[in-house]
């Protein structure tokens, strides 16, 4: 997936629904005392202000792949240092009290590497705070799949491929040897949405992006109406037009093992 195709103004479209978890993840992180914190794949900032709010006296910083959600983090939030680099290659010389992943590790492959690793950044009695949708199951994502293997658009996004999701027990197996604090658990945030339009644009700013990025602008349109009428029959709307979009997420609090 192209890093250019991230839209900050896409994404921002639900800050509210999309910072609810964040919020949740940040609650749960257990240290007080933080020096220094990161938030990876920071997006255009709205968890990294979580994170600062919350720890008003750290050095807290931010990165992420994508240009346009680096301008528009530092945009919103001048007084922080945001750099552009790729979760995958990121490799700092320092540990920090805090790494943030909110909503980000799920386009990076390789967890089984990338975790335990980003573990090792941390100071002792540092915490890796991590969310990420646990939603291929979901009706949205089945039906992107559907649609994409569709004529006429599966020439072109048919070859779409998604990073692997794991499990919460295939998590803490992971990451039990490597820690002294594991805490994994999951929600499913139920977002009130006006109609399945509603739904449709927000996986825009997401899980619809590969498969988007392959298309032309007729293609896009004509893809995005037959998801939105396919939408429709799995989100049935409530009396009063709105969809409630079911949304569960996986959360996982980890620190080292102390010496």
């Not at 896409?10 to 990161?38: G, H, W």
């Not at 139920?190 to 293609?219: C, Q, S």
């Not at 896009?220 to 709105?242: M, N, V």
Request: with cysteine; glycine share 6%; net charge negative.
């Amino acid at each position: 997936m192209s890093n250019n195709s991230w839209s900050a103004k896409q994404y921002s479209a639900f800050e509210n629904e999309r910072t609810r978890p964040v919020r949740d993840l940040v609650a749960a992180v257990p240290n007080d005392a933080v020096k220094v914190a990161v938030d990876l794949g920071c997006g255009p900032g709205n968890s990294t202000e979580v994170l600062a709010s919350r720890y008003p006296d750290a050095k807290v910083t931010g990165m992420d792949s994508s240009e346009d959600m680096v301008l528009a983090a530092r945009k919103r939030l001048p007084a922080l240092e945001f750099e552009l680099a790729d979760i995958a290659t990121w490799n700092p010389p320092q540990q920090y009290d805090v790494i943030l992943a909110n909503a980000a590790l799920q386009w990076v492959p390789d967890h089984a590497t990338l975790y335990p690793r980003l573990v090792s950044k941390l100071t002792p009695g540092g915490i890796l705070a991590i969310q990420t949708p646990d939603n291929m199951e979901e009706p949205a994502h089945r039906l992107a799949r559907q649609v994409a293997g569709e004529a006429p658009w599966a020439a072109k996004t048919g070859g779409v491929k998604h990073p692997p999701r794991h499990s919460a027990a295939w998590y803490y197996e992971l990451l039990k040897p490597h820690c002294g604090v594991l805490d994994v658990w999951r929600t499913t945030y139920h977002h009130p949405l006006a109609g399945a339009a509603a739904v449709v644009e927000w996986f825009k700013g997401t899980a619809l992006r590969p498969y988007l990025d392959t298309l032309d602008a007729a293609e896009q349109a004509s893809f995005l109406a037959r998801y939105q009428a396919l939408i429709a029959e799995a989100y049935p709307a409530l009396a009063d037009g709105t969809v409630l979009l079911p949304f569960p997420r996986l959360f996982i609090v980890a620190g080292p093992k102390q010496a």
